[in-house]
């Protein structure tokens, strides 16, 4: 009787080490847990306690307002006012615009050196667009959380200010991720190109990871400028004495340092549009 519990004993001393690690293999292997990695792992919460929440927003229809000039006269306010998410860019105002650009933002992509615009208006932002999400971009050396970051040091100073407000950050690996996207779509190197993504790249990319369908407005095609009777515009629609959009377009690509890509930027859209559910208007896009 003894022996055989003995043996017993020696073998539960034996398969119990074992069951322990085959269920911590299955743990490791199997489903993720439950939790913010359910959202968009590529948007981190900014909260004083840390970044630890994904963005978890999901859209069927988005509408995507571009900040150009093209927008006035458009007349379609009421039109994006009644799509489910709206995105917008940096610090685009809808008041005295609401005709042409609806009164509703659910999003807005914020590029780092936009951040102190919305900071000058900060009860307007923070405050009283209490419905609004906020997608920060930057570069490493503006958003690092280690105390050097003085974008993040500004964004966590109106998250303490503002609790309810949700501010969100584009990690450093999804910035890596849009730079691998713009070299697989041109065969450029980016950084090596002197080139900045623009907030409408973020915003875009935003939208696809996001929506089921995209309807962007007052955004032109990558020949528009070069058609010679293309409307001149405003480079932004609320600012009166900016450089018309097609020369601030021109001026951009073909800048050796520093500037952003608009035009190529918009040809890639339009192969996107190709594998994605998207529709350009005001003007419309042919394909």
């Not at 911590?24 to 792992?41: F, K, N």
Request: hydrophobic share 35%; proline share 4%; glycine share 8%.
């Amino acid at each position: 009787m003894k022996s055989q519990m003995s043996r017993w004993l020696c073998l539960l001393s034996v398969s119990l080490p074992l069951l322990f690690w085959f269920g911590h293999v299955i743990r490791r292997d199997g489903p993720p847990p439950v939790g913010p990695s359910t959202g968009l792992s590529g948007y981190m919460r900014i909260t004083p306690g840390g970044m630890d929440q994904f963005l978890d927003k999901r859209c069927n229809q988005c509408a995507l307002v571009s900040s150009s000039g093209q927008m006035l006269g458009a007349g379609v306010g009421e039109e994006i006012d009644n799509i489910g998410c709206v995105i917008r860019m940096n610090n685009a105002p809808t008041l005295r615009f609401e005709g042409d650009v609806g009164t509703r933002t659910s999003i807005r992509v914020v590029s780092h050196t936009s951040v102190p615009l919305l900071v000058k208006n900060e009860r307007y932002y923070f405050q009283q667009s209490a419905d609004t999400t906020y997608v920060v971009w930057g570069p490493e050396r503006n958003m690092r959380q280690d105390g050097k970051g003085r974008i993040f040091n500004t964004l966590l100073k109106v998250t303490m200010k503002y609790p309810n407000v949700r501010i969100y950050a584009v990690t450093r690996e999804k910035i890596q991720y849009c730079d691998s996207v713009f070299q697989n779509e041109t065969g450029k190197n980016r950084m090596k190109t002197g080139a900045f993504l623009s907030t409408g790249f973020f915003a875009m990319i935003l939208a696809i990871d996001m929506c089921n369908s995209i309807h962007v407005y007052g955004m032109i095609d990558d020949n528009y400028c070069s058609r010679a009777n293309h409307s001149i515009v405003p480079y932004h629609y609320y600012e009166k004495n900016r450089i018309d959009e097609c020369k601030m377009y021109k001026v951009h690509e073909h800048t050796q340092r520093g500037g952003h890509r608009f035009i190529t930027e918009k040809a890639i859209y339009a192969r996107w549009a190709t594998r994605h559910k998207m529709e350009f208007k005001h003007p419309s896009w042919n394909f």
